[in-house]
């Protein structure tokens, strides 16, 4: 397992922007595919975002899509998650979650992920 630190969360307008990042400790950062779920109050925590261990595939689920854009560093050990056009349908706490796999047709599934952050909390309101 790695270590996953969440930052970048707080209150912001409606239509505005956040970016959080995660920073994933250890040194096999780019065997692991990553992805970001959140979860809102009284609600079962649900997938955002998913990126293959290189990066160059990505899956983002319906709510998000066009809005949200999942990159990572792996220089930097770092997973992010741009978040544009924010609704107040977009507050939860945001979470990031890493398994030592390639993306799995499973991605969406909390169970596919053995690592995970504690997450930051993003409010969308006026």
């Known amino acids: 397992q790695v270590q996953l630190v969440e930052s970048g969360g707080g209150l912001v307008q409606p239509g505005g922007s956040l970016r959080l990042s995660c920073l994933v400790s250890?040194?096999?950062?780019?065997?692991?595919?990553k992805a970001w779920f959140r979860q809102a109050l009284g609600k079962e925590r649900e997938f955002v975002a998913a990126?293959?261990?290189?990066?160059?595939?990505?899956y983002y689920s319906d709510s998000v899509k066009g809005r949200f854009t999942i990159s990572r560093d792996n220089a930097k050990n770092t997973v992010y998650l741009q978040m544009n056009s924010l609704r107040p349908e977009d507050t939860a706490v945001y979470f990031c979650a890493a398994e030592p796999t390639p993306l799995r047709a499973t991605m969406t599934s909390r169970s596919n992920y053995n690592s995970w952050g504690q997450g930051t909390q993003v409010t969308v309101s006026s």
């Open positions: 250890g040194r096999t950062f780019n065997t692991y595919s």
């Open positions: 990126i293959s261990r290189g990066g160059s595939v990505t």
